[in-house]
C-alpha cells in the first residue's frame, strides 16, 4: 500500500511540474517568434536603403561619365584647332617668304597629348569629330588653283581627255506655198576624242616669283558624218582620222606675288605666259575628198591629218587672288590673250585652190572663280567655274588685200570643273579633276590627272 500511494505521488508532482513548465514554453516560443518578426522588418528596410543608395550612386557615375566624355570631347577638338592653325601658319608663312627658315612645331603639352590620346579612343566609340586642314593639302590647293611660291622644282605629268560631239542640220532649198520643203536636207556630224599628255616643270626663282614650262602631246581621233551621200536624203557618208601623239603648243608662264595676304587682304598675284606655235597648225593641212557631185562639186571632204596646235605665238596676261577662311580657300583669276598675226602658205580649206593669206585669231578674255576645302592633312575638294569668250577671227588673202570676218569663229566656253587633291606621299600628289561643259562651244566633258613630284 506504501508502494502505491509513493508512485502515485510521484505522478502527481510530474504533472504538476509539467502543468507549470508548459506556459513558460508557450511564453519562450511567442517571444522567440516576436523576435523573428522584427529582424525581419530590420533586414527588408536595410535592403531598401541599400537599393536607395545604389542607384544614387548610379546616377551619380553615369552623370559624371557623361561629363566626362564632353569634355574630352572639347579638349580633344580644341587640340586639334590649335594644330590646324599652327599649321595654316606655317603654310602663310611659307607663302611670304619664311618657309626657309621655319621653327619647328612645338611638342605637345602632356595634358595636350593625354587629351589628344583619350579624345581619339572616345571618337572610335561615340562618332567622329572632324579634323581641321593641316598644312600639305593646303599647299595642294594653293599650287593648283593660284601659285605656291618660295618652291622647290616640281616636275609634273598630266594627262587630259576631252569629248566634243556635235550634230548640224542643213537645209538647201525653199519651202513651197509656206509648207513643203523643196530641196536637200543633210546632217553633219562631227565627234572628236583628244587625249593630251602634259609635261610640265615649276620652279620658285625667288620668294614672289615663279617660273613654270609646259610641254604637251596631243593624239586626237575625229569622225565625221555627213548626210544626203551620193544625193540621196536617207544615205550617210562616214570618214575618221586620227593623229598623233605629236608635239602641241609649247608656253612658258612666270607668275609674281604683288601683295601678301593679311587678316585684312587676300594675296595677290600676277601671271602672264607665252604660247609658241611648235604644234601642228589647222592651215594648210591637205584634204581628201571622198564624194564629189555632177559637176564636180566637193560634197565630202576630210583632212588628212589633225591639228596640234592654234598655229600663231600668243601672249597672255592675267592676275590671281585668293583667300584662306579656314577650312575654306576661295580663289578667283581673271587674264586676256592676245594673238599675233601669221602668214600662212595655204588658207583654203578646199584640195583644189591654194590661198596664201594671214591669219587673226582675234583676242580671249577668260576668268574663274571658285572654292576649296582641305578636309584634312592629305586630301582636299574643289568646285570652281571657268569660261572664256573668243574674238571673231580675221583673215586676209594675198590675192584681195582684205580683211574678212570668219562667221562662226566667235566663241563662248564656260565649263563646271569638280576637283580633288590627294598626297600619296611627302613629295608627290595625285591631282584629278572633271569638267562639264555648260555651252555649245565647251567639250562636253573633260577629265584630268596629274602626279606633281617634288624635287
Known amino acids: 500500500m506504501h508502494r502505491i500511494n509513493s508512485g502515485a505521488l510521484l505522478a502527481l508532482i510530474v504533472m504538476a511540474l509539467a502543468a507549470r513548465a508548459a506556459p513558460a514554453r508557450a511564453q519562450q516560443s511567442a517571444v522567440q517568434q516576436a523576435g523573428g518578426a522584427a529582424a525581419a522588418a530590420e533586414n527588408a528596410q536595410d535592403v531598401r536603403a541599400m537599393a536607395g543608395e545604389l542607384r544614387t550612386l548610379k546616377s551619380r557615375y553615369a552623370e559624371e561619365v557623361r561629363r566626362l566624355r564632353e569634355l574630352e570631347i572639347r579638349l580633344q577638338a580644341l587640340t586639334a584647332r590649335v594644330q590646324a592653325q599652327e599649321g595654316v601658319a606655317r603654310v602663310q608663312a611659307m607663302r611670304q617668304g619664311d618657309g626657309a627658315a621655319l621653327p619647328a612645331a612645338p611638342a605637345p603639352s602632356p595634358a595636350a597629348a593625354a587629351a589628344a590620346a583619350t579624345g581619339e579612343a572616345l571618337v572610335g566609340s561615340e562618332g567622329s569629330v ?15 588653283q593660284h601659285v605656291l611660291f618660295n618652291q622647290p622644282l616640281t616636275l609634273e605629268v598630266g594627262l587630259n581627255y576631252q569629248r566634243y560631239d556635235r550634230k ?8 513651197a506655198l509656206d509648207a513643203i520643203f523643196l530641196g536637200s536636207i543633210a546632217i553633219e556630224r562631227v565627234a572628236s576624242d583628244t587625249f593630251t599628255y602634259s609635261f610640265a616643270a615649276r620652279k620658285g626663282l625667288t620668294e614672289n616669283f615663279t617660273a613654270s ?46 601683295l601678301r595676304e593679311t ?35 566637193i560634197r565630202f571632204a576630210v583632212p588628212t591629218r589633225q591639228p596640234t596646235g592654234q598655229g600663231v605665238w600668243s601672249v597672255h596676261a592675267g592676275a590671281s587672288v585668293l583667300r584662306t577662311l579656314d577650312p575654306a580657300i576661295l580663289f578667283a583669276n581673271a587674264g586676256i590673250t592676245h594673238t599675233f598675226i601669221r602668214h600662212f602658205a595655204d588658207l583654203d580649206t578646199s584640195p583644189d585652190t591654194v590661198s596664201p593669206g594671214k591669219v587673226n585669231l582675234g583676242n580671249a578674255f577668260n576668268y574663274g572663280v571658285g572654292v576649296a576645302f582641305a578636309l584634312n592633312e592629305r586630301m582636299s575638294l574643289s568646285m570652281s567655274l571657268a569660261q572664256r569668250l573668243n574674238g571673231s577671227a580675221k583673215i586676209r588673202n594675198d590675192a584681195t588685200g582684205v580683211w574678212e570676218k570668219v562667221i562662226g569663229s566667235d566663241g563662248n566656253a564656260a565649263t563646271l570643273g569638280l576637283g580633288m587633291t590627294y598626297a600619296l606621299g611627302e613629295r608627290m600628289t595625285f591631282v584629278g579633276s572633271l569638267g562639264i561643259g555648260l555651252t555649245p562651244d565647251a567639250p562636253d566633258f573633260s577629265i584630268t590627272a596629274k602626279l606633281p613630284f617634288v624635287l
Open 213 to 258: 614650262i609646259e610641254v604637251p602631246f596631243v593624239q586626237r581621233w575625229t569622225d565625221y558624218q555627213k548626210g544626203g551621200a551620193g544625193g540621196a536624203a536617207a544615205a550617210v557618208a562616214e570618214a575618221s582620222v586620227s593623229g598623233g601623239p605629236r608635239i602641241g603648243d609649247v608656253a612658258v608662264g612666270a607668275s609674281y606675288r604683288l
Open 130 to 144: 572632324r579634323q581641321e586642314p593641316a598644312a600639305r593639302s593646303v599647299e595642294d590647293v594653293l599650287q593648283q
Open 168 to 175: 548640224q542640220l542643213t537645209l538647201n532649198g525653199f519651202l
Open 263 to 297: 587678316p585684312g587682304r587676300p594675296e595677290l598675284a600676277l601671271n602672264a605666259g607665252l604660247s609658241a606655235p611648235t604644234g601642228q597648225a589647222p592651215y594648210g593641212i591637205p584634204w581628201n575628198v571622198l564624194e564629189r557631185d555632177s559637176n564636180d562639186f
